[in-house]
Nanobody, 123 residues
Framework: QVQLVESGGGSVQAGGSLRLSCAASGRTLSTYTMAWFRQAPGKEREFVVALSWRGGVTRYADSVKGRFTISRDNAKNTVYLQMNSLKPEDTAVYYC????????????????WGQGTQVTVSS
């Protein structure tokens, strides 16, 4: 079983950048498809981006394409989410999730989740 811990959230003005980290322990992330989700107040949790366990496939929500980038550092057993050109509508709690040899094209069914990190973007 893998444990996931997010960090890097904070408050930023519109147009700014943040980098979120998701550090794993217990298992190596190289065998996990990893994803980021977010949940804004009063809204359902939504998919943001996924990275296949092989590392060759990424899939982004249309709302973040061209602004957000997911990456993985296997040596540090950490996944990152670089967020640029942030907008107020990006304000949410961001969660990383993992699925052992998971299907990168599936948004549901991730069994492992972090506790979330708050991102607030002011206009």
């Amino acid at each position: 079983q893998v444990q996931l811990v997010e960090s890097g959230g904070g408050s930023v003005q519109a147009g700014g950048s943040l980098r979120l980290s998701c550090a794993a322990s217990g298992r190596t992330l190289s065998t996990y498809t990893m994803a980021w989700f977010r949940q804004a107040p009063g809204k359902e949790r939504e998919f943001v981006v996924a990275l296949s366990w092989r590392g060759g496939v990424t899939r982004y929500a249309d709302s973040v394409k061209g602004r957000f980038t997911i990456s993985r550092d296997n040596a540090k057993n950490t996944v990152y989410l670089q967020m640029n050109s942030l907008k107020p509508e990006d304000t949410a709690v961001y969660y990383c999730a993992g699925d052992y040899y998971g299907d990168v094209y599936r948004n549901e069914g991730y069994p492992y989740w972090g506790q979330g990190t708050q991102v607030t973007v002011s206009s």
